[in-house]
């Protein structure tokens, strides 16, 4: 055991620009509160529950389910030997857990594995927006809560929670509501809509004694939520909205989420270690980033920012584009496609450049664009994109699932995501189809 700054801290996580010093705390099954604090020399202090309890404000609330979030064994080994995974290893890995239990596609992908890190700092943002995940039945909305409840900072997946749960648990523990049944939830607004900005307070008045005297709740936390259709317009207008589709990859779907299962405490491991080592990385690049489009100003900006300085951090090809994407059509702003969509709309303006319409599996277009792209695709990413950007599946066949490409709801795609199409005016045949038609690739029109 070791001493560290004698000031109030907060019990789950604390950062503190003046001193240099950050802490996080992990309760035991039995509730005890363990603080690991990393000062401005780097050296790591392990605080146990006698020690602790004087630092602690507000003090600190039992909770089962969040016992044990960082695991033993690596608070030990990081008190012994302080280091940490870089931000990009982190959001991978967090993309690929993601991608692995849900059909998204990479943009969708990489703005959740984003704000999943960004819970973890979410004290040092002056706004974090909340996560609307809106779809019909059976589209995987409950299973992207749960995912989010396994690796976000003290994670609670809820049902119908009351405003006084909601309150009570933020301020000691700065958890990470995810919220099913959104739409059904009653009396919480105000917490969803103050509580994206830091600052917000609850105030009820509580006996003490023989007197009620006023008691004061912090209600700034993150919040996700899934619900069928939107919720109202002034909590939209505080959230990042994801729509949700029904996949029709079996692999996927019948995938079952075991909150045991060991990458989730990997990945919670990776993230507490990450937050003690690198906070100030996080306030540095939140003080001086700019925003990456003139249009991206105001709310919109105040929400995308800490995802943007996230993905600045964790330098992967496309993780600035994949939310810039998305921040644009937020704002309405003439999109831009990245790397990976960019290749797939050459691909199937080269099919439609002779014909107004075919019939094609993701395999097949797979191969061309990976002459376009430093960072090969998948027949199931190609599948993803397909859907990303629209156009719709057919039923799954034997060879896979087909998609129906015509030439009219192509050049409307390609409107909408900034794709200038060209190479049609071709006089073209009426239909063509991979299943019972010669190769494309071996027309000598289409080559390169």
Request: aromatic residues 8%; charged residues 25%.
């Amino acid at each position: 055991m070791g001493t560290a700054s004698s000031n109030p801290v907060h019990p789950a996580m604390h950062f503190d620009m003046d001193k240099k010093m950050a802490s996080v705390g992990v309760q035991d099954a039995k509730g005890v509160t363990t603080l690991i604090q990393r000062g401005p020399d780097g050296t790591v202090h392990t605080l146990g529950s006698v020690a602790v309890q004087p630092l602690l404000a507000p003090a600190p609330l039992h909770c089962p389910p969040l016992a044990n979030r960082w695991s033993a064994a690596n608070r030990a080994d990081f008190t012994a030997k302080p280091s940490a995974y870089t931000f990009g290893q982190v959001v991978s890995a967090l993309r690929k857990t993601l991608r692995a239990y849900v059909d998204f596609g990479q943009e969708e992908a990489t703005l959740v594995a984003c704000w999943i890190v960004g819970t973890y700092f979410h004290p040092l943002f002056p706004a974090f927006p909340r996560l609307a995940l809106n779809g019909e039945r059976g589209s995987g909305k409950t299973r992207v809560l749960q995912l989010i409840a396994l690796t976000a900072f003290n994670g609670r997946l809820e049902i119908t929670p009351t405003q006084a749960v909601l309150y009570r648990s933020i301020d000691p523990l700065r958890c990470t509501f995810c919220i099913d049944e959104a739409e059904h939830v009653m009396g919480i607004g105000d917490i969803i809509r103050s509580g994206y900005k830091r600052g917000g307070y609850v105030t009820r008045n509580e006996k003490q004694g023989d007197k009620y005297v006023p008691v004061s709740y912090r209600v700034d936390a993150p919040m996700a939520f899934g619900s069928i259709n939107e919720l109202d317009a002034t909590d939209m207008d505080r959230s990042l909205r994801i729509v949700m589709e029904k996949s029709a990859n079996k692999a996927i779907v019948n995938l079952e989420v075991q909150d045991t299962a060991p990458i989730f405490t990997q990945l919670r491991d990776a993230l507490h270690r990450l937050a003690l080592m690198s906070w100030e990385k996080v306030d540095e690049v939140r003080r001086s980033l700019d925003t990456p489009h003139p249009a991206l100003i105001g709310r919109p900006w105040e929400l995308f920012k800490p995802l943007f300085v996230i993905a600045k951090l964790a330098e992967l090809p496309g993780c600035t584009d994949h939310l810039l994407a998305l921040a644009e059509q937020r704002i309405g702003a003439e999109p831009t496609l990245p790397d990976e969509g960019r290749a797939l709309f050459q691909e199937i303006q080269k099919r439609l450049a002779l014909y107004d319409s075919v019939k094609v599996y993701p395999k097949l277009l797979m191969a061309g664009m990976h002459l376009d792209l430093t960072v090969p695709v998948s027949a199931k990413r190609v599948g993803a994109l397909l859907r990303r950007y629209g156009f719709k599946a057919e039923k799954e066949t034997a060879r896979g699932i087909p998609y129906h490409l015509t030439r009219d709801d192509f050049l409307t795609r390609a409107k909408r995501w900034g794709f200038a199409a060209s190479g049609f005016s071709v006089p073209s045949t009426e239909h063509w189809d991979c299943d019972k038609g010669p190769s494309l690739d071996a027309l000598p029109a289409l080559k390169e």
